[in-house]
């Protein structure tokens, strides 16, 4: 599948019918994702990290994209692949491995784990300029903004506060737009606010499933246009798992 195909999923959906991009962390949950209809798949790298032994954010980049490659080769549709802030790799090395997965989407996150830092706004929007010249257009580029997951509140109202994290969300989402992003995912953005995003910045606006929060339908009518779940599907897979197990001891 091209990176064509998944980039025309995007646009000229309607508000209640946004691209719901499920997360599979093995090639078996790829299958059955897949055979259910979904024209699409993001692999998570919470629930792929989980599923290898790891903590999020510590799985080591063969063993990523080994991963990414065997989910690929499980499913005949699209696969957009959670790679973090792209492991330090140059730009060329970073798109090339890509590439060899067959995954023909990533998402590029501009905070440091490790520190809980944003990247410095001009870095980040350079860094995704070089993938974007280096991939062409034979990759679809999410720019993951942690604008709101990193947000450690600041002075004034809870709404003083909000009004600066869009502003600031919007002004990093300008730059991405402006370096080749296709889309923006704003992770954690309050539902309400998904929709002066979208409009400010131009781009799709991809929002995150959380337990217990809106639907998919509900945050595409918000202004999301693609809907993606983390590593929240893998917890609910596991946690019949996990039920599973105690029934099984307790019998």
């Not at 004034?156 to 919007?170: H, I, K, P, Y």
Request: proline share 7%; hydrophobic share 45%; glycine share 10%.
């Amino acid at each position: 599948m091209t990176a064509a195909a998944l980039r025309a999923l995007h646009h000229g959906r309607a508000a209640d019918d946004p691209l719901v991009l499920p997360g599979p962390w093995d090639a078996e949950s790829a299958r059955i994702f897949a055979a259910a209809g979904f024209p699409a798949l993001a692999t998570p790298s919470a629930g792929i990290a989980a599923s290898l032994g790891y903590a999020d954010g510590s799985t080591p980049p063969d063993e990523m994209f080994a991963a990414v490659a065997r989910i690929v080769r499980a499913v005949d549709v699209p696969v957009t692949a959670d790679l973090e802030a792209g492991y330090g790799l140059p730009a060329r090395e970073l798109v090339e491995r890509i590439a060899a997965t067959g995954a023909v989407g990533c998402n590029i996150e501009d905070s440091d784990p490790r520190t809980e830092q944003l990247a410095d706004v001009d870095r980040q929007a350079d860094r995704l300029a070089e993938i974007r010249v280096a991939a062409g257009d034979e990759l679809v580029i999410n720019a993951r903004t942690d604008v709101f997951l990193r947000a450690t509140g600041g002075p004034g109202s809870a709404g003083a506060v909000l009004a600066a994290q869009v502003g600031e969300a919007v002004r990093r989402g300008l730059r991405y737009a402006a370096a080749g992003a296709d889309c923006v995912y704003p992770i954690l953005a309050p539902p309400q606010v998904l929709r002066e995003l979208a409009d400010r910045i131009g781009l799709p606006v991809n929002a995150l499933v959380l337990p217990g929060g809106l639907s998919p339908r509900k945050l595409g009518t918000a202004g999301a246009s693609r809907i993606t779940f983390g590593g929240n599907l893998h917890r609910r897979a596991m946690a019949e798992v996990r039920g599973l197990a105690e029934e099984l001891r307790s019998s």
